[in-house]
């Protein structure tokens, strides 16, 4: 059974940073696609930060407009973890991260993640 369990949010000023972690079990995604989406209240869920394995052993990274130069998105194989290490946060910024994985190609819907964690709160205070 695979299973994604996230950890690192909560409470911070605008300005500040937090570190999120994502750790998957029951099957390794050395190979495939782990993203982070966000939802905040009212809104739909948005992707945020994905990585794919690319040629030559080299993994690639891609980042929605709202938190390119913000947010950096990173992977430890041998951990079968994937983090997003957030800094210059805003109040915007707030909302429940998931973190999510696919047996298929890279993507940033939604709907085309198979997996996913039960999501940890973010709020950013201004």
């Known amino acids: 059974q695979v299973q994604l369990v996230e950890s690192g949010g909560g409470l911070v000023q605008a300005g500040g940073s937090l570190r999120l972690s994502c750790a998957a079990s029951g099957r390794t995604f050395n190979n495939y696609p782990m993203a982070w989406f966000r939802q905040a209240p009212g809104k739909e869920r948005e992707f945020v930060a994905g990585t794919r394995w690319s040629r030559g052993s080299m993994y690639y990274a891609e980042y929605s407009d709202s938190v390119k130069g913000r947010f950096t998105i990173s992977r430890d194989n041998a951990k079968n973890t994937v983090n997003l290490q957030m800094d210059s946060l805003t109040p915007e910024d707030t909302a429940v991260y998931y973190c999510?994985?696919?047996?298929?190609?890279?993507?940033?819907?939604?709907?085309?993640?198979?997996?996913w964690g039960q999501g940890t709160q973010v709020t950013v205070s201004s």
């Open positions: 999510a994985a696919t047996g298929r190609a890279f993507s940033s819907w939604h709907g085309d993640y198979d997996y």
